[in-house]
Each structure stands twice: as structure tokens, then as C-alpha cells.
């Protein structure tokens, strides 16, 4: 750790970093799959473009919350993290492989956790690797494990689904306000950016109001709602545009309400790592985005 250096992401870096958490992500998945799992897969090119999109995203918006470590050899290790609203959230966070153990890891942890010391709250979604829980949970995160359910859907099981329509921009005010009653935060300029992400759909009535992300592979990549009624509503309704596989994903067990609509679709239950949270409890009904929170 000598002739590392912890400095503060720049742009061009982003392409470099987006290649060594594919790698890196890769290689804790190869290492703890499960035996039913699928062979874990190398994040594709469109992934990665949306990665690097995403992150030029968060330099933009919260330019202080990105770091890299890296030596003579180039880069080692990256940690992404933004403030929303008195909200730390960490973005994505890895070492490449075969340096884990070395400390790079715990300085990268700690600059993005300085970037967020005027936070009241914090968000992680963690995988299961030892090393980065043990860290979490040294910071002050509590760890509340994730379930998810994958499979094809049993289209019969469907519902006929009201009161759900297609959302656009002019709805981001809407989904800030379920945000702060969710979550206590508003994402503001990341519904910007997940728009172009993935077909929004938004429930707004006089009982209820929430909204879901489907991104293009057909899993649900944000769900937020203000009442379990609504949320169950949304679901189906994300469900209804599938055409194969699909996961619903970031289930925590207060979010009960989603592992009922994914079992009543004939889905497959599973558990899988952690939502690390601080200041705050498990938000619901809400089915967090893996790296916007």
C-alpha cells in the first residue's frame, strides 16, 4: 500500500473502472455460485455502457463521492458514492482480483464514507462477500439479508391490472415525493437518468400512488409505492411485460407483499446478500435499484 494512491475518480477514468468491477463482479460470483446457480457471465458491452453512463452520471451530480486507487500498473480498485437529500448511498465498490486482503479496499471504503459524514442515512446493496460485509457492518450498517425470485412467469396468473399507466418526466415530482415517504430521500435527477434507462410505469389514484422501473431484460430495476395495495398493483403490472425469465430482485423481509405477488407467479425464491442501511429502517413497500438505491 506504499506507492498506492486514493484519489478522487475523473472522468476518464470511468471506462477503465467500468472494466474492473465487470472483472471483479465476475470473479466474486465465480467464487461463491451457488450449485443451481446459472455459470456466472462477464458483464456484457451494453451493460457496460450503461455502467459508464450511469457513473459519468454520479461524477456529474456528486463529483466528490468517487474514487479510485491505483499504482504504478494502473488502476486497482474503485468506490462510487453519491449524497441525495441527507441520503449516502454507495454506489458500486470493488478491488481487482487477487489484491483483495490488502487494505485497498478498506481506504477506498473510507474516503466514499467521508464523502458522507453530513449524512443522516445510508444505503448499501452488498453482495455476500465476507470482506466487504465485515466492513459495512465495522462502518455501522445494519445488514438486512435480500431476497430474490427468478423463473418464467405463469402468464395465467396474471390479474387483470387498473389504475397503472406509462410515466414520462413530468411524473420525476410525483416519484420524489413516494421517494421521501419511502425512503426518506428523493433520487431528483436519477429519475433523469433511469428514464433512459428503462419503460417507467406509474400508479397515481386517490388511495395510493408509486411507480416502477422495468428495464429491458424484464426484471424490475426500482419500485417505490406508498401503500402495499399500490406496489402489489405495480407489480403485476411490471410482471405483464415479460416474455421470459425474469427477476424481481433487492426483497427484503418487510417487503413481503412482492415474495407473495413473485410466488403467486409461479417464481422461484431464493436469498442473496445484504441492503446495509444506516439511520434509517428497511424502506417499504420498496424494492431498492442495486446501485441508485
Known amino acids: 500500500m506504499s ?21 471483479g463482479y465476475h470473479d466474486l460470483e465465480t467464487r461463491m455460485q451457488r450449485r443451481s446457480a446459472p455459470e456466472p457471465e462477464l458483464r456484457p458491452a451494453s451493460r457496460g455502457a450503461s455502467w ?22 494502473g488502476m486497482l480498485g474503485v468506490a462510487a458514492s453519491f449524497n441525495r437529500e441527507k441520503m449516502w448511498c454507495l454506489a458500486t465498490y470493488a478491488v481487482r482480483p487477487g489484491l483483495q ?11 466514499a464514507l467521508d464523502h458522507g459524514r453530513g449524512s443522516l442515512r445510508g444505503m448499501i446493496s452488498a453482495s455476500g462477500d465476507p470482506l466487504a460485509v465485515r466492513r459495512y457492518r465495522a462502518a455501522g450498517f ?34 420524489d415525493s413516494v421517494d421521501r415517504l419511502t425512503r426518506g430521500a428523493a433520487h431528483g435527477r436519477d429519475h433523469e437518468l433511469m428514464l433512459g434507462f428503462g419503460h417507467l410505469l406509474v400508479s397515481d389514484t386517490t388511495t395510493g400512488s408509486g ?19 399500490t406496489a402489489t398493483r405495480l407489480l403485476w403490472a411490471a410482471l405483464a411485460e415479460t416474455s421470459s425469465e425474469v427477476p424481481i430482485g433487492h426483497v427484503t423481509a418487510v417487503n413481503e407483499w412482492a415474495v407473495d405477488v413473485g410466488l403467486a407467479a ?7 446478500g445484504y441492503l446495509g442501511l444506516r ?12 446501485a441508485l438505491l
Open 3 to 23: 506507492d498506492v494512491t486514493i484519489r478522487r475518480m475523473r472522468p476518464e477514468d470511468v471506462p477503465g473502472a467500468e472494466r474492473l468491477t465487470a472483472v
Open 52 to 73: 459508464v453512463a450511469r457513473t459519468l452520471h454520479l461524477l456529474e451530480t456528486d463529483p466528490g463521492g468517487s474514487w479510485v486507487a491505483e499504482d504504478g500498473t
Open 101 to 111: 486482503g490488502q487494505g485497498l479496499g478498506k481506504a477506498l471504503l473510507a474516503a
Open 142 to 175: 445494519s445488514l438486512h439479508p435480500q431476497m430474490f425470485l427468478s423463473g418464467t412467469v405463469d402468464r395465467s396468473a396474471i390479474p387483470v391490472v387498473e389504475k397503472v399507466r406509462d410515466g414520462s418526466a413530468g411524473d420525476i415530482d410525483l416519484m
Open 211 to 229: 411507480y416502477a422501473y422495468v428495464d429491458p431484460s424484464g426484471g424490475v430495476a426500482l419500485l417505490a409505492a406508498t401503500n402495499r395495495r
Open 266 to 272: 409461479r417464481l422461484d425464491l431464493h436469498q442473496e
Open 279 to 290: 439511520g434509517m429502517e428497511p424502506p417499504m413497500p420498496y424494492l431498492h435499484n442495486g
